[in-house]
């Protein structure tokens, strides 16, 4: 099999928002073919690698990304062109230097991680292994816990919801993926139901999870407490709860503010809030639990329930090995977000997953709230043995393809198939 790179080219598609993003294909001169969709957030961090676009109001609103589809198309195709494919540090390392800013700022990030995407896919497929296997060797078997995002708010909600932007279900008391999957699926409608009959409404944010109005920001928990338990299942015991409040995007001068309660918090206040939220739901895990630059919060934060639960840090972290030694050495929590866009390569990713993992922190993988239809992080999950992934509601086709993606591992696999369960977290399930 002749692996080299002959063909690069990148085209502008449409993301599940609606919005323009990248798309990228790879031939091999053995003929393999690949493609690769990137991912685009909404609540994104400060410190993430530059989304590159192209800022003519005329097209989408300035969010087109014809500039990025170019530089893939010229400037990288010209140096990747002629390459081994099987070569992937090499080609991160080639782009990362041909970019030759801090943050990915010139080439794009998207660019460039639209090709380390298609570069690795297009290997594996030469090599003729399945994507979790190549990207992470014979021995990785264990599925992760699927933490689906089955209530929205933020701006994931346009500010109509809780002011929390995820609240997941957490099925690590399945015997397997499948049966987690099924798990959540049959919460989702069970919560819909519930939703329904309270007369509120049962449209969906951007990551498929109910958005209806509320007038706090436990009240999702409430209704998913109720959700678990008319489906038959027990909180705690068979299925816990996550949050992600995104902190970042309601902190402003110094306070946290709370729009639907009518609140501002200190950070000590926002800590005594979650301590409350902890001791009430059976929450599992709490990421960006405070906002990207508030370390001092952080700090107290983890000080608080860093024993306790697992605290992961995403747009304090960036899934940057920087931000991440600074949060080891600070002890400001104890888990890193992992999302390839932030960073911009397979490489750098893989780099942050295991700076984490080799610290006795957890890693969580993570799709972002604008997606394609590629489920590369369902494989990478399995690769990382992380334990655990959010890719969503289990609903709305984007969504679903992860996990989807996650069922067909699990039975390649077969009998040496293992699910994460209650071990998926660095804190162990209290329940
Ligand atoms: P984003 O949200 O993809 O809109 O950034 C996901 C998250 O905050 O985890
Ligand atoms: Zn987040």
Not at 249 to 261: N, P, V
Request: overall charge negative; glycine content about 12%.
């Amino acid at each position: 099999m002749d692996t080299t790179i002959q063909r690069l080219h990148a085209r502008e598609i449409l993301d599940s928002r609606g919005n323009p993003t990248v798309e990228v294909e790879c031939t091999l001169a053995c003929g393999t073919f690949a493609r690769a969709g990137v991912p685009s957030g909404a609540s994104t961090g400060v410190h993430e690698a530059v989304e590159l676009r192209d800022g003519d109001k005329k097209r989408f609103g300035g969010k087109g990304v014809l500039n990025a589809v170019t530089n893939v198309n010229k400037e990288i195709a010209a140096k990747v062109v002629g390459m081994d494919a099987r070569d992937q540090a090499l080609i991160d390392e080639m782009m990362i230097a041909l970019d030759g800013t801090p943050n990915k700022g010139r080439l794009g990030a998207n660019a460039i991680l639209g090709v380390s995407l298609a570069v690795a896919r297009a290997a594996a497929t030469a090599a003729g292994i399945p994507l979790y296997r190549y990207l992470g060797g014979p021995t990785v078997h264990r599925l992760p816990v699927p933490m689906m995002n089955i209530m929205n708010g933020g701006v994931h909600a346009h500010w109509q919801g809780a002011d929390f932007q995820e609240y997941m279900i957490a099925p690590y008391g399945a015997s397997s993926f499948r049966q987690a999957l099924e798990w959540g699926a049959e919460v989702y409608h069970a919560l819909q139901s519930v939703i329904n009959k309270k007369g509120m409404s049962v449209g969906v944010g951007d990551e498929g999870g109910f958005a209806p109005h509320v007038s706090s920001n436990h009240e999702p928990l409430e209704l998913i407490v109720e959700g678990i338990k008319a489906a038959g299942l027990e909180p705690g015991r068979d299925v816990g709860v996550a949050i992600d409040p995104a902190s970042s995007g309601f902190f402003e001068d110094g306070k946290y503010r709370l729009r639907t309660e009518n609140r501002n918090l200190s950070s000590q206040e926002m800590v005594d809030y979650y301590e409350k939220l902890v001791n009430d739901f059976p929450v599992v895990l709490l990421e960006d639990g405070m906002a990207e630059d508030d370390w001092e919060g952080w700090k107290l934060l983890n000080q608080r329930l860093g024993g306790v639960i697992e605290l992961v840090g995403d747009d304090l972290f960036v899934t940057n090995v920087e931000r991440i030694e600074r949060g080891i050495r600070e002890n400001v929590a104890n888990a890193s977000l992992i999302k390839l866009n932030q960073i911009g390569t397979l490489t750098e990713t893989v780099a942050a997953t295991r700076l984490a993992q080799f610290n006795g922190w957890g890693a969580f993988v993570s799709h972002r709230s604008g997606e394609t239809v590629d489920s590369f992080i369902a494989d990478l999950t399995v690769a990382l043995d992380t334990g655990h992934l959010k890719t969503g509601a289990p609903a709305r086709g984007e969504r679903v393809e992860k996990y989807n993606q996650l069922m067909r591992i699990e039975e390649d696999l077969g009998s040496a198939a293992t699910y994460a369960g209650k071990e998926a977290y660095v804190r162990p399930v209290r329940f």
